[in-house]
């Protein structure tokens, strides 16, 4: 695709801070690049990648409107941005993350790679850390439970798409102390596997199909149970129980949560409790049927619904959110908002 | 549609049991019909129904190639056939399913009017039941577990096709008496919803979705603990937390089963007790990596999963089938082979 | 859905120009009321309709955070607003346009009632006209055709979201008068069906379907051969052979046009004649290879390619649109800043 | 997947036609070693490939149920074998088609290298021919075309799909020499693009889409030629303008042709001009709607429309087919009937 009247016809701003895309190429990066692009206030100077060097990332995605050519990470040629989001796969993401604070970039990364605080954790899930030495500098990007740390952060790990949908379903039973044992039971839409070709993606196996996998191993429990621990330190040690499903869509993401409390919760309680907790946050939606995905896609917002069932006395509590908005790139921008002292919501409405 | 060239191409049989479809407008009934007309050995004499009366079934769905004339349903001219598949709404349907009965008619009821042994029960979540007396002469007709019964039975309560697919996941724990609490996530396509038109359905509210619905209410929750109670008598009352989402496919459904169990369990042990439990199924598949509905779409398989957390200690088993096959449909054809001692893969491979 | 921390956190503009949408509770009504409740400059004061009276938009369209209440249409309550869109079905919309141009407001028609210049060519596709007198007063509102006219027009007529893509692509050959014959086969998702709840839109029979409809009579094409006509005065009768198909999306459509042409006509040619044409439009973006409607998907951009097909002499050209938003609402609103003098890609990039 | 439980259940036939299919890992191969297997009448003795040895095709397609493990193309081991389908891309394909012949096997070649019976046409759009002394002994396999030829061919050269639905829906038109000018627009699900895993593919990218391919240059087009000048001898010189979309299903093809008639064509001579061309055939079914292709979803059917168009005095007909079955591999069945004699619809209803 290669427009010949439109080029040049997006908005963007000259003079904010100056930002990057590392790992444009990938459906997160492309699309942080993206909602950069058309920021009212971050000036999009440069995306970069490994593949589809020379070629115009609106040629790559032609939904994504981004002039800017793609080209290789040339640290020296990026003396003087103000911030990046790095969309690099686990491992390969810290040492870009340390090079680029050495820059005194201030970084998003998109990875898992300083999304632990424990790096004995991250070594059983992941293997050898590459940067340890960095994990004290980041900063869990969740923001609806990290607001205040995020907006001085060095580093923002930005979470994973499922530890989003499930936390923010989760939290106010969380800080109550009410989560006895919880099982996550998520559905992602197929976006989620991003931008990978293979039997997982390709729309005559994944169209008709639901899918469960990485079965009793995703490397997203970790994350969910440490913050869980760090909302409600009186359960250090709750396993959670989290099983991930493809289904046809493109973008959507519905984390179902089933949990046995440590004590009777009544309906009203549960109501208020919900209502206060995410009574001002801009990007919370706290409803009273069962959300479904489409009410969020292409939006930062995440939906969440609780319901007490008396019949097994268990609490059942749904975040729907965006996988790659709200779950991934938005909330990047969320937090970059923060970190340069944006109205929060700024380009995200 | 009318086919000008192929009416009356289909083959189906003279001689063999004369077999009727109450109900063939909705979606169950009228893929009933499809398996019943293309079968080797039954005899399909009619199709009724209370709407679309006089058009042929071929017309009203013209993926099946049913050339018969919807009528109505009207109990004098049905003298001298053998067996009837009703599939008529929950309440509605024992009426029927009972006059079919005084006609000697063999009945397979897709309703729930006959599912539940305990009247009391019935009536917590149907309310009155409408002929109480039959209860008795039904079987419940998850084949696998009822094999021997339904091949003698006046009336086969047909399974819903959650109870259908958790039940066979879950079934090799229930009898080992290993589950102690269960949680069931189930994803269905939207064929489950029926041919009802509303906003469940429509493509474009439904075809970048997931919702989740009749949260924390589900009716098919007591079937599946009266069923479990029957294989492991030492948990009768074992409160099962059942879940039900829409997903945007036709036909497909997935129970995710989340079972924390009385004892550990070893995956080698696990392994050797779904295998030996459908060594001799034919419509049950035990697999070695996790499913996708896509693989038993228009059959009349389930394939089950299971493995071991050792994270949490809980197991997790998958059941696959498409809902209106052996979820539905094609498990009537299977019971009907049963009951008429044919073979009980007939006009299902 | 009632969201009990989120509600009025949509920004909207007082001061700015009253306008209500007639007919929200339908797709495009809805949408409209959609962009105009988050455009900057529009003040939506008032969302009418026939049903769901009393019920939030919101609530009504979750994805779309309306919270304005569905009210009845009346006049005497609307004394003062500056514009209205009519999201009326076809005859039911006149009397509507003519009482709200009675108060002063100025109207953008959904509906094809204003579309077509010739009374007698409406009452052959649609029978007797409500308020014939009004014809003169309308500027058929495809905005690229007819811009300066809809500035200054009374009740703009919205095309139908076939003739914008057909028009789009065929503009340039019909303006050199180079159409000798043209075929035009149009595809588009079930969004066009609107909120109609039938065999049409059910996911289970749409879903995996394609569907040719109103074949050999599609009320669209008097409408494409009269714009045609005014492109290219030397061909005053051509008719144009149209045919409509849905196919399994939700939002998008493609206009497939294959031109016998009246003369040979050059790649190089054709390339710079597309060119030319859109060099200045904001929203027709003309590219080099053949475009999907991913790529206009929740825009109001439509992609134009044209090709000469040296094997057969014909040219073939595509257009590619929303069909729910440059095919409707978004180009009405991009028409509304055209009639209120607002930059023209106000609210809507 | 490893079945544990099922392995062996399927049926097949022990002293019927012995048959491979050469080239099982594509969509096409797969699927007619699928129906192949379960075929009453042939022995389906081995399935080769370049990739995936070792793995069972059960594993590898977990759809199909076909336990034989694929290998190597080894000529020496398959003395014996009656016949081949042979599933290899263009020009790879009539080497193995020739060797295989010289085995004694009869061949169904799914590739286009025995489609064409002029070979300066063939090399003008695929290069040199691998094997140009075999196309003498090859019949076009397009069943209702050819059925007496096919049924003594040493090599049945299968349709593509668009040629067969196109074919299908032109013949009758084709045979009264009343086809003047004829555009078609095909559009197909992503099954046709076979299991190639890139952009085309992605369901995040053609799940929404609608994607016209090989704009003027659509290698189909001299094979729909160059039969509809066999069935119309008086205009062998006619061009057809042949243009192929993708739109998001599996599976499913709709070929709409428009026709420019050499003379006036009313409905009713229309109408008993397609009913007399298909009474007798098994598998074309004309219809007196516009068909959708769910409607002949995994069959061998294809069904046809036709109407004429009294505002532009064109024929407008439409062929509808899986491209999967009656596009390729069933048709390819439907031919190995003939060729051993056995009823054309055998193993295929």
């Known amino acids: 695709m290669s427009c010949v009247a439109s080029a040049g016809a997006q908005q963007h701003a000259d003079g904010g801070p100056r930002v990057i895309v590392a790992g444009a190429t990938g459906f997160t990066g492309a699309l942080a690049?993206?909602?950069?692009?058309?920021?009212?206030?971050?000036?999009?100077?440069?995306v970069t990648g490994r593949s589809e060097l020379g070629r115009r990332l609106a040629d790559v995605y032609p939904r994504y409107r981004v002039p800017l050519t793609i080209e290789p990470l040339e640290l020296e040629r990026l003396h003087g941005i103000d911030a990046a989001v790095v969309a690099y796969p686990h491992a390969a993401a810290a040492p870009t993350v340390g090079a680029l604070r050495d820059l005194g970039a201030r970084v998003v990364d998109l990875s898992a790679d300083f999304r632990l605080g424990s790096l004995p954790t991250y070594e059983r899930w992941y293997g050898e850390h590459p940067r340890p030495e960095l994990l004290g500098d980041a900063v869990y990007g969740l923001t609806e439970l990290h607001r205040e740390r995020i907006a001085d952060a060095a580093i923002v790990a930005n979470p994973?798409?499922?530890p989003t949908a499930s936390l923010l379903a989760l939290a106010p039973l969380a800080r109550a102390g009410l989560i006895a044992d919880v099982v996550i039971d998520a559905k992602q839409g197929i976006s989620g596997a991003g931008r990978v070709f293979d039997e997982t993606t390709h729309l005559s196996i994944a169209g008709e199909n639901i899918v469960p996998y990485k079965v009793a191993a995703h490397r997203h429990t970790p994350e969910i149970e440490e913050?869980?621990?760090?909302l409600d330190p009186a359960h250090p040690d709750l396993r959670v129980q989290f099983q991930a499903h493809l289904v046809p869509l493109d973008e959507g993401e519905m984390a179902s949560c089933y949990v046995t409390t440590t004590r009777p919760v009544a309906a009203e309680e549960l109501r208020a409790m919900y209502a206060d907790a995410y009574a001002r946050e801009p990007f919370v939606e706290v409803v009273d049927t069962p959300p479904g995905v489409l009410e969020v896609r292409e939006t930062n917002y995440c939906r969440v619904f609780a319901a007490a069932d008396e019949h097994t006395g268990k609490v059942v509590a749904f975040g729907a959110i965006d996988n790659l908005w709200k779950g991934t790139s938005s909330q990047a921008v969320q937090n970059l908002n923060l970190m340069f002292a944006l109205p929060e919501t700024r380009g995200l409405l």
Do not use: M
């Open 227 to 230: 913050q869980l621990a760090g």
């Open 160 to 162: 994973g798409c499922y």
């Open 33 to 46: 690049a993206h909602l950069l692009w058309r920021h009212p206030d971050f000036e999009l100077v440069a």
